[in-house]
């Protein structure tokens, strides 16, 4: 029998109390009491979790799973069991989602402190990090799919987190309604892998008892120590989990919620859609690799990449500071998925790990922008719109630290020398470039995307920076100033986190501890391919050097309007249109069709029955009054007739009687005579 | 006198003392039908706690809390002796139903507090509904099974008819005739059944369920006896048999296509009785096909399970895509309804642990679930005689505490893990996934086509929760409707709670069912697939 203390020694319960804490916020502001603002509790409870987070941290790292389970349920005689499985990648997500819910929960004390409702918010946002922190420790599939739906319900209540905006309403539907699909994706490999192993316990499935490792494919049929299934569902499997991935990590076609989530407050996109949430499929990705068959992960990279793509060049024409943002992070997140793709696990791990730091100090930086734009647009009583980059410029003169920040965070995601996206970004392309080299079918398609999206990466930063915070100023900026202390230390701290030292290991160059995070510093390293970083440096130098020229110079904005192409990728290659003439409309086309049935075709059906049961009994009530009853009266009224008849012979007298006596003799006598 | 007779007879006895005190006390009645649903829920739960789940055997020994007591005995000379007894008992899956009942008729008795016209006719008829509901589910004999059955259909018509909107009299009849239609066939089945069991010790024929479960008690060459392989009209009778009985339980559930009586019947109905409609008579037709349906008949069962499968995914999609064309707030629950209660037909189609055991939570999850939204839905209509979702918009800022506890259903319902109805979903979809690899009676394409619903689940309810809730508050009936919105108060509150705090519970720690179940359900598998 353990004791207590020994419980709480285990650092798979201490990160299980790590992710309980914020659900603690959730609990408390939901339940009880309805004053306080509840800031004090939401600050507190995220210091402490991302304290144990910490611990846990450095009591895990490279020390070798801990696997920790109690029984959940029994269904029948197969056990469930709920735990926790942690590694090297489980507790880098931790620690990773947990630094940065602290730090967003300390600029939202102030972003947010104005906001009737911001008890609500804290709940919700204690939800969410209690959901991430649950997801990337979880042991198995089913507890993995709980975390994951919780995290896409507190997205859905954060974006429509001001439930009087139409426009919010409608993104967080979308939110939601898009993850679905790819929930449904998740779900089936669920039932595939269930049916196949008879667990969803990932240590079972891919650690230390090898069952995945175990199964063959033969003759095709796929072949585990418990089930077997035709091959085709391996793939299925594996696409299942893609499918889910795309919807969670906003992967072309289903990333177009993403856009829309900026419709919540700036610190949740910080938060949720850029930093965390976005990655949690990148996360499941690596977290169930073993399970992509060659056709799966070939696809699986031809996505990532055409998002890469896709999603820089919409960047490049937005003219929303958050959309900018938000395409750009379809875009990495491409990058990412790329890479798994391509095997490159670590690599996309590097990434997201990079990315959520630069990526939340751009929207960190992005929320003070919006902030103190709004404020003076509202003192000057405008109507310009403060998210607008046409009505920004020249503001690194009255916001110089949240101005260096950014750019510092531009730099990072651009992947310039000495930031951190230099490696992380440099690693993918790497990688993907190898893969390509080893023998693809795709020939350089691949490296093609991921090297264009990067020089558009390039472009689109550089032209946010020098539209916001060089050139002229659009609107007068008198009072746009720094944000108070409390927003700002997150950024420094984000902004700290941005350089490449925080990441430097003790490796050869092109290293980093971060890279330990799926086999110890065993990934391949490439010298032949060097140039890579070199040309790339040079290309978005002089990228930089061109935007420099278009939007500081000749503020390019002003052109009157943007030629058909440029709109075109504004409104995101215009596939909400094609979404909704090729999926919404024919669904809400065939629901009336079912309702048409209901209400015309089975209540027809049933209307004719009852029609036809009234006819029949009308016909039987016909039956029954004119013939039966017909038959009866003639029988009652014939006897009473006759009856009336033959009284009429009872008269009472004498004398007609002797006339009938004599007549009916007479009868007889005739009768007789003749017969 | 045992627990399950006093479950059913108190209410039959409050239901006469009514009956018989002046109508002057009447508007005290709710009172008195509320505590007996608190008596039935407290007796319930000491025959969950007292249910031992590690007791497991075949026929009669698998029921716990029997009472057997002959009742009707008939010396029919040539033909035997008629004897019929009151023979009730629970298994694992009847006493889940039992709490259920219970909970169910407390909520409705609490929601019966709308009802302001002729008081003692409609909790008379409430009480009868009550005592019949806990018949239905604990009966072992056939007759008393059929007895409670019928005794059903009779108060839930007048309690539509009567008490119901303006189309009550068209509702109640279509309601009536549907499940009349059903089980009127099956009182020929019975009496077929009748005619070929035997009881092993007495070798009287018999009405008893658990008899007719086994084959070894079916005179030899009788008209169901297995090995007989009569047939009726050119099917096999048995066969005709199970198909006559699945449809007269299928009415109940409903599925699709014989389900066009539940949007009417819930429309009309008062909030109660449409509460005891979604939660517990759809379940008596999901509870049915399990216990006389499959039971009774598996190899028929296991014959048409690619059919009941079927039945099961079109259900799912077609109440799913109704639902979403619908404008009546209560016709969109109804839908709903169906389509839900089509993961319970996959569950049981697939014959295997794992979605039978679905199918029964997610029988239970949808009668917590359903409640909780047609009290939801009758909330609003008591306040502004309206359910027309257009009408309402922004409803959260002038209601958030009734927005609150719709979020909670509506997410509950769309199968959110951490509640109910995502275990029952997704063991549903898990066995019948599974079916194929164990006992090939589904094929996989039905899972996956299932897992659909949950997608089409979710953008009815979020479509719902936006046009009504979000966005500035608009109302059809203006200043007016505004005043009359008041938000929940204590006596919704107390329906409420427990309701949302039971999902939540069943969907994190499902073995609270699961553990009743589980030696049921593998017995039950064995009994089908021997």
Known sequence: MESLAEIFRNPAVLALIAAGLPLLTFLELTLFGKRATGTAAALSYSWLSFLVAVYVFFSVWNTGDIHYQVNWFTIGSVSFKAGMLLNNLSVLMQLLVSLIALLVHCYSAAYMKNDPNLRRYWAYLGLFCFAMMTLVIADNLLLVYFAWELVGVSSYLLIGFWTTREAAAQAAKKAFIVNRIGDIGFLTAILILYTQFHTLDLDHLFGGRHLFAGSVITGGQWITSVGQLPAVWLTVAGAGLLLGAMAKSAQFPLHIWLPDAMEGPTPVSSLIHAATMVAAGVFLLVRVFPVFTPVVLEAMAVIGGLTAFFAATCALVQYDLKRILAWSTVSQLGLMILAVGTGARAQAIFHLATHAFFKCLLFLCAGAVIHAVQHQIHQDGGDRDPQDIRNMGGLLKKMPVTGAWMILAAAALTGLPLTSGFFSKDGILIAVFAWSANGSSLGLLLPFLAFTSSLMTAFYSARLIFSVFFGEEQVSAAGVRDPEPLMRWPMIVLGLCTLYPVFLGLLPAGASWVLDVTEKAGVADHPDLYWIPYALTIANVLVIAAAWQLYVKRRAHAAPALRPAGLFLLEGWRLNAVYHSLVISPVMQLSRVTVFVDRVVLDGFVHFAAASGLVAARLSGWFDRVVIDGLVEFTATGSRSIGNFARKFQSGRIQHYLIFALGALLLCLILSYFT | ?530
């Open chain 2, 1 to 530: 006198m045992g627990i399950l007779s006093l479950l059913i007879l108190l209410p039959l006895v409050v239901g006469a003392v009514m009956l018989l005190v002046p109508g002057k006390w009447a508007s005290s009645f709710k009172y008195l039908a509320l505590g007996t649903a608190a008596a039935q829920v407290v007796l319930s739960l000491f025959a969950y706690a007292g249910f031992n789940e590690k007791v497991a055997g075949t026929g009669v020994n698998g029921y716990q809390f029997v009472e057997q007591a002959s009742w009707i005995r008939l010396d029919l000379g040539a033909a035997g002796r008629l004897s019929i007894d009151y023979f009730i008992g629970v298994d694992g899956i009847s006493i889940l139903f039992l709490v259920l009942s219970a909970i169910v008729f407390f909520v409705a008795a609490l929601a019966s507090w709308e009802i302001t016209k002729n008081l003692k006719g409609y909790f008379v008829l409430f009480m009868l509904l009550d005592a019949a509901i806990f018949g239905v589910f604990t009966a072992l004999d056939f007759f008393l099974f059929y007895l409670f059955y019928e005794l059903m259909l009779l108060p839930v018509y007048f309690l539509i008819g009567m008490w119901g909107g303006v189309r009550r009299e068209y509702a109640a009849i279509k309601f009536f005739l549907y499940t009349l239609f059903g089980s009127v066939f099956m009182l020929l089945v019975i009496l077929g059944l009748y005619f070929s069991v035997q009881d092993p010790v007495t070798g009287d024929h018999t009405f008893n369920m658990l008899h007719a479960m086994d084959p070894a008690n079916y005179t030899a060459g009788s008209l169901f006896s297995p090995g007989s392989g009569q047939l009726l009209f050119g099917i096999p009778a048995r066969l005709l048999a199970f198909i006559v009985v699945f449809i007269a339980f299928a009415i109940k559930v409903p599925v699709v296509p014989l389900h066009t009586w539940l949007p009417d019947a819930h429309v009309e109905a008062p909030t109660p009785v449409s509460i005891i409609l979604a939660g517990l008579l759809l379940k008596v037709g999901g509870y049915g096909i399990i216990r006389v349906a499959y039971s009774i008949f598996p190899e028929a069962a296991l014959q048409s399970s690619w059919w009941v499968g079927l039945i099961g995914v079109v259900s799912i999609l077609y109440g799913a895509l109704n639902a979403l064309a619908q404008r009546d707030l209560k016709r969109l629950i109804a839908y709903s309804s169906v389509s839900h209660m089509g993961f319970v037909l996959l569950g049981i189609a697939s014959v295997t642990v794992e979605g039978i055991s679905g199918a029964i939570l997610q029988m239970i999850s949808h009668g917590i679930l359903s409640v909780m939204l047609f009290f939801l839905a009758g909330v609003l209509y008591t306040r502004v005689h309206d359910r027309e979702i257009a009408n309402f918009r922004g409803l959260s800022l002038i209601l958030p505490r009734y927005t609150a506890f719709v979020l909670i259903a509506f997410f509950a319902s769309l199968g959110l893990p951490g509640f109910s109805a995502f275990i029952g979903e997704a063991f549903s979809l898990i066995g019948a996934f599974k079916s194929a690899s164990e006992n090939a009676l589904l094929p996989r394409w039905m899972a996956v086509c299932g897992s659909v619903g949950i997608l089409l689940s979710a953008a009815y309810f979020l479509w719902t929760l936006q046009r009504m809730f979000f966005g500035q508050t608009r109302l059809m009936g203006g200043d007016a409707w505004r005043d009359r919105l008041t938000d929940l108060d204590l006596r919704e509150r107390s329906a409420l709670v427990p309701l949302a705090a039971l999902a939540i519970v069943l969907g994190i720690f499902p073995h609270l069912a699961f553990d009743k179940l589980n030696a049921s359900v593998l017995n039950l598998v064995n009994h089908l697939i021997p």
